[in-house]
């Protein structure tokens, strides 16, 4: 497999900057011509927002935010500055949430990751990903066909069908989620089939983990997997060199401390936030509710786009204590009246019965007036009376947990 997609793939550090101080603005632009953009960016001059960390500084829309604003102006709650007569399709994901599909061609973007996967065109696409309600069958055909590959629109479920389908029509890439390709696979070993064609396979939705790779790598194939959600469409991509997820060249990812729209540094976990730069609706740092980091560096296949890790776990971390909800954004306020201190994590557990918290923070400082401080404003955040406890700089772990519930099995 050679070749990139297009050449901004491949565009040098200052050509992104310059792309970005025109994409972003007009990205923010365009999104306040929208209900709800109008009113969430009311005060924003989008002439100014031209890097990342001049928007850092705006809010973050919230998943819960959205399914609000639907519940409360159907259908889209606002969010939309295509009319709905000018729509294609309109799919509806658990929450529940509604997302709109543009009459364009790829408008989720997916021929990008499939590119890199292999597909060229011509090849066909057994798409196992669901058709119904939910867009993810039609995020990945409309990414094969503007790459001008067939589908057979298998979506998922009867296994044994599907290795019947396949065996006759021989297709050569798979996409659907990572274990279910195996399933097929087996079940066409146990029926004595052919099923030789799949060469390539593009997986997403699921854990990708090390003994399923190991798998298909002894049978010759090459499975490479991307990252993405319904309402943003492609947010990153694994190339050749396996080494990270690309961001995708149609939005802008940063990584912040969960709950919250703070940025980390480079390398450490956070919650995923996407801008999208294109697309006739755009979406201002969405909190996916995933959790991530930066890759420092280029990938080795000489794409030059910042790399994540890939998906790490949730940041929604949310949990109740003696009777109250307890929420990362309230660790991040703790923290933000302490200036200077390092990670934190809030520790919930139990004794005697009895719920319990402690707040674990990161500095050099061995102070008892600190941590009478760090309690009264845990205190008057939670109301919720914790203990502190004072760690060394780096002894919490790097997994982006701001809460930690042990008091589940």
Known sequence: MT???????????????????????????????????????????????????VLSHLPVTRKSELIRLQAETPPLGGFNVTPMRDLA???????????AQADAPDPWRFARALHATGLRRGMLLHNCFAYHFTPAGMMLESGARALGCPVFPAGPGNTEAQARAAAHLRPVCYAGTPDYLKAILEAG?????????????????GAYLPALRSFYADRGLTVLQSYGTADLGLIAYESEAREGLIVDEGVLVEIVRPGTGDPVPEGEVGEVLV???????????????????ILPG?????????????????ADQATKVRGMFVRPEQVAEVMRAHPGLGRARLVVGSAAGRD??????????????????????????????????????????????????KRMP
């Open 298 to 314: 280029a990938s080795p296949c000489g794409r030059t786009g910042t790399r994540i890790k890939g998906w790490m776990g949730r």
């Open 275 to 293: 801008t999208t730069l294109d697309g006739p609706d755009p979406l201002i740092r969405f909190a996916t509710g995933d959790l991530s980091a």
């Open 89 to 99: 399709r309109v799919f509806a994901s658990p929450g529940p949430i509604y997302e």
């Open 356 to 405: 319990t918290m402690t707040l674990h923070v990161e500095t050099t400082a061995r102070d008892a007036a600190l941590v009478e401080s760090l309690v009264s404003s845990l205190q008057g955040i939670t109301r919720l009376r914790g203990e502190i406890r004072l760690e060394e700089p780096g002894a919490l772990p790097n997994d982006g947990v701001v809460i930690e519930d």
């Open 189 to 205: 070993d146990a029926l004595g089939l052919d099923l030789s064609s799949f060469r390539l396979g593009h997986v997403t939705g």
């Open 3 to 53: 070749g990139y997609f297009d050449g901004l793939e491949t565009r040098s550090a200052s050509a992104r900057a310059a792309a970005l101080s025109v994409q972003l603005p007009a990205a923010i632009a365009r999104a306040q011509l929208s209900a709800a953009y109008h009113d969430l960016l009311h005060d924003v001059h989008p002439e100014g927002v031209v890097d990342l960390e």
